[in-house]
């Protein structure tokens, strides 16, 4: 089980280490020159130069690329060109939004939907099911932004119950969180109807109910509990589709978190915060699929004991 | 009982197929279908509620909302298909080179190809896009360069899973050549897989684009593209939310109807991979 988790970890190293590689490739193929950005239109080709060494951007990118995860791991991401802050406080100052968006999204996501799929599997073909997978169709096919817009039409405009955007209060949450969870609710709710269907096809299942197990106890221990782990893959796999989103999201809701930020950093040709924004993103995503992956072991004694 | 008769079956798949027909022609014949150019301003009937004269109302701009949106079909299909062939097309090579070759190359590549699928499926689309600069065609590439590692690891596992069967095995100890085996006996086997993943993937394509185009990162005014109609429609949500709404039914139909012919594939082609049927 330890040797599970160690060479899981290990592994992700390299990918993390990938990931900063090809974030600053992107950053460095963007259009435009960042040092002459910084000094303006009237800058001398003497100034340019300076600044470009006194921020180490002459140098060749293997070296910068070295340089960075030093800086990172010492928690220095650089200035914001834009609003000449360190970009670690940027950052700080948006992720909590975001991350109380995705999570919010997230509990939606996977309440909503378990609770869809496991009904629509208890009653298949019934008018709730029926509806339910339906319904899941069009969630999976509207695009976030349009729901977002709709949802802010029907009841900020009309029905005036909600805020139209930013953030402050519990009911600030509420249109963003729904809007941003939609699409997973959809794909959970698919998903774990399958899953337990194909469960409760299985002959343990048979075997269960020939001895006169009741019904709930069926669906709770056996069926949910086996089911449980593609729900949890889905889910974590769910959370970089919500990440996404939350771009859209935050852009239409004018939620103050790191997806507007990143948003806001590439029109500016903030290059140096957008590169510490999509990091973060990505980092982030990169660690909760580990964290989903470590999951499986401690879930799935089958995979604890392989090692 | 085969697969398209399975697929005949499914009302939902024919549903979307119908709706792709309307897509297609739409995009086809807009110059004939629209009633306005879809650029033709009218500033004195801006923001026109739908009614005789602008069936789906107008914009900000007095521009028929109607006319933009059959033009729109023209952007989300053509950018759709071609990024689907782009990212076909690379997914294809670099995952057969990878499950055939295996060795150092298979090694490499699937890293490349985990790494890149460690970003947040957005993300991944907007750096692209970011480094292409905005427009159609930049918008296309991107996204079809977006969906190559996805396609590569697909089509990677299941060249994988065919070598080790025994009529490849078979084919090669007769001495068929590899690009023999590869192209009569694993291409055509993996191919039922990647049509559904394909038509899924033209859903996803057209959620992209549009999402790209609402930014602002992807089609450029004044083309009509769906997204960025919505994205206009944003300023006057408040006292003309039909303008940002309308556009958008038309996303989410589109992409529905690739989604149902998609699903209605996958329950048809294999009924052991009916996962959500």
Same mark, same amino acid.
């Given at each position: 089980?330890?040797?599970?988790?160690?060479?899981?970890?290990?592994?992700?190293?390299?990918?993390?280490?990938?990931?900063?590689?090809?974030?600053?490739?992107?950053?460095?193929?963007?259009?435009?020159?960042?040092?002459?950005?910084?000094?303006?239109?009237?800058?001398?080709?003497?100034?340019?130069?300076?600044?470009?060494?006194?921020?180490?951007?002459?140098?060749?990118?293997?070296?910068?690329?070295?340089?960075?995860?030093?800086?990172?791991?010492?928690?220095? %991401?650089?200035?914001?060109?834009?609003?000449?802050?360190?970009?670690?406080?940027?950052?700080?100052?948006?992720?909590?939004?975001?991350?109380?968006?995705?999570?919010?999204?997230?509990?939606?996501?996977?309440?909503?939907?378990?609770? #869809?799929?496991?009904?629509?599997?208890?009653?298949?073909?019934?008018?709730?099911?029926?509806?339910?997978?339906?319904?899941?169709?069009?969630?999976?096919?509207?695009?976030?932004?349009?729901?977002?817009?709709?949802?802010?039409?029907?009841?900020?405009?009309?029905?005036?119950?909600?805020?139209?955007?930013?953030?402050?209060?519990?009911?600030?949450?509420? %249109?963003?969180?729904?809007?941003?969870?939609?699409?997973?609710?959809?794909?959970?709710?698919?998903?774990?109807?399958?899953?337990?269907?194909?469960?409760?096809?299985?002959?343990?299942?048979?075997?269960?109910?020939?001895?006169?197990?009741?019904?709930?106890?069926?669906?709770?221990?056996?069926?949910?509990?086996?089911?449980?782990?593609?729900?949890?893959?889905?889910?974590?796999?769910?959370?970089?589709?919500?990440?996404?989103?939350?771009?859209?999201?935050?852009?239409?809701?004018?939620?103050?978190?790191?997806?507007?930020?990143?948003?806001?950093?590439?029109?500016?040709?903030?290059?140096?915060?957008?590169?510490?924004?999509?990091?973060?993103?990505?980092?982030?995503?990169?660690?909760?699929?580990?964290?989903?992956?470590? #999951?499986?072991?401690?879930?799935?004694?089958?995979?604890?004991?392989?090692? | 009982?085969?697969?398209?008769?399975?697929?005949?079956?499914?009302?939902?798949?024919?549903?979307?197929?119908?709706?792709?027909?309307?897509?297609?022609?739409?995009?086809?014949?807009?110059?004939?279908?629209?009633?306005?150019?879809?650029?033709?301003?009218?500033?004195?009937?801006?923001?026109?509620?739908?009614?005789?004269?602008?069936?789906?109302?107008?914009?900000?701009?007095?521009?028929?909302?109607?006319?933009?949106?059959?033009? &729109?079909?023209?952007?989300?299909?053509?950018?759709?298909?071609?990024?689907?062939?782009?990212?076909?097309?690379?997914?294809?090579?670099?995952?057969?080179?990878?499950?055939?070759?295996?060795?150092?190359?298979?090694?490499?590549?699937?890293?490349?190809?985990?790494?890149?699928?460690?970003?947040?499926?957005?993300?991944?689309?907007?750096?692209?896009?970011?480094?292409?600069?905005?427009?159609?065609?930049?918008?296309?590439?991107?996204? &079809?360069?977006?969906?190559?590692?996805?396609?590569?690891?697909?089509?990677?596992?299941?060249?994988?899973?065919?070598?080790?069967?025994?009529?490849?095995?078979?084919?090669?100890?007769?001495?068929?050549?590899?690009?023999?085996?590869?192209?009569?006996?694993?291409?055509?086997?993996?191919?039922?897989?990647?049509?559904?993943?394909?038509?899924?993937?033209?859903?996803?394509?057209?959620?992209?684009?549009?999402?790209?185009?609402?930014?602002?990162?992807?089609?450029?005014?004044?083309?009509?593209?769906?997204?960025?109609?919505?994205?206009?429609?944003?300023?006057?949500?408040?006292?003309?939310?039909?303008?940002?709404?309308?556009?958008?039914?038309?996303?989410?139909?589109?992409?529905?109807?690739?989604?149902?012919?998609?699903? &209605?594939?996958?329950?048809?082609?294999?009924?052991?991979?009916? &996962?959500?049927?």
């Amino acid at each position: 089980m330890l040797i599970f988790v160690v060479r899981r970890l290990l592994l992700a190293v390299p990918v993390l280490l990938g990931v900063v590689f090809v974030v600053m490739l992107t950053v460095d193929l963007l259009p435009g020159d960042a040092v002459s950005l910084m000094l303006g239109e009237h800058a001398t080709p003497e100034a340019v130069a300076r600044l470009r060494e006194h921020l180490g951007l002459d140098k060749p990118f293997l070296v910068r690329y070295a340089d960075y995860i030093g800086r990172v791991l010492r928690g220095d %991401l650089g200035r914001s060109i834009q609003q000449n802050r360190p970009v670690a406080a940027e950052l700080g100052d948006t992720w909590p939004a975001t991350l109380e968006l995705t999570l919010a999204a997230l509990v939606i996501a996977g309440v909503a939907g378990v609770v #869809s799929g496991v009904a629509s599997a208890v009653w298949p073909n019934s008018v709730f099911d029926a509806l339910a997978r339906l319904g899941s169709l069009f969630g999976l096919s509207m695009p976030i932004f349009w729901t977002g817009l709709v949802l802010i039409v029907v009841f900020s405009l009309w029905l005036n119950w909600l805020p139209v955007g930013g953030a402050g209060s519990p009911s600030h949450l509420v %249109l963003p969180a729904v809007t941003l969870a939609l699409p997973s609710v959809a794909m959970v709710a698919r998903m774990t109807r399958s899953a337990v269907l194909d469960v409760l096809r299985e002959d343990y299942v048979r075997t269960a109910r020939a001895k006169g197990v009741g019904e709930v106890w069926v669906l709770g221990r056996h069926a949910l509990q086996n089911a449980f782990i593609p729900i949890l893959t889905l889910l974590g796999l769910q959370s970089g589709q919500l990440m996404g989103g939350a771009v859209l999201t935050e852009t239409v809701f004018a939620w103050p978190g790191l997806g507007r930020l990143m948003v806001r950093a590439i029109f500016a040709r903030d290059y140096i915060l957008l590169q510490g924004a999509v990091l973060l993103f990505a980092l982030a995503f990169v660690v909760i699929n580990l964290l989903v992956d470590l #999951s499986y072991g401690w879930l799935d004694p089958r995979v604890g004991r392989q090692g | 009982m085969n697969a398209w008769s399975r697929f005949r079956r499914n009302r939902l798949a024919l549903i979307g197929l119908a709706l792709i027909a309307v897509l297609t022609i739409s995009a086809a014949l807009a110059p004939w279908l629209a009633p306005y150019d879809p650029a033709r301003q009218s500033l004195v009937e801006k923001r026109a509620r739908p009614g005789a004269k602008y069936w789906l109302g107008a914009d900000e701009f007095g521009r028929d909302i109607l006319s933009r949106v059959i033009y &729109g079909a023209r952007v989300a299909l053509l950018v759709g298909v071609l990024s689907v062939v782009i990212a076909l097309a690379g997914g294809l090579l670099l995952g057969t080179l990878a499950g055939f070759l295996g060795g150092w190359l298979d090694a490499v590549m699937m890293r490349g190809v985990e790494i890149l699928l460690a970003f947040p499926y957005l993300l991944l689309a907007l750096a692209i896009v970011a480094v292409l600069g905005p427009g159609a065609l930049n918008t296309t590439i991107a996204v &079809g360069i977006w969906g190559i590692p996805a396609v590569t690891r697909i089509v990677r596992g299941a060249v994988l899973a065919l070598r080790e069967t025994e009529f490849v095995g078979a084919a090669r100890a007769l001495g068929a050549p590899a690009l023999a085996v590869l192209g009569r006996h694993i291409l055509p086997n993996i191919l039922p897989g990647v049509v559904v993943y394909a038509t899924l993937f033209m859903a996803n394509a057209i959620l992209l684009e549009a999402a790209l185009s609402f930014l602002g990162l992807g089609v450029q005014p004044p083309t009509a593209s769906w997204g960025l109609m919505v994205s206009t429609g944003r300023d006057v949500l408040l006292v003309a939310p039909h303008v940002a709404t309308v556009p958008g039914v038309a996303i989410m139909v589109a992409v529905l109807a690739f989604n149902l012919v998609g699903d &209605g594939l996958r329950d048809a082609l294999d009924p052991r991979l009916r &996962g959500s049927a």
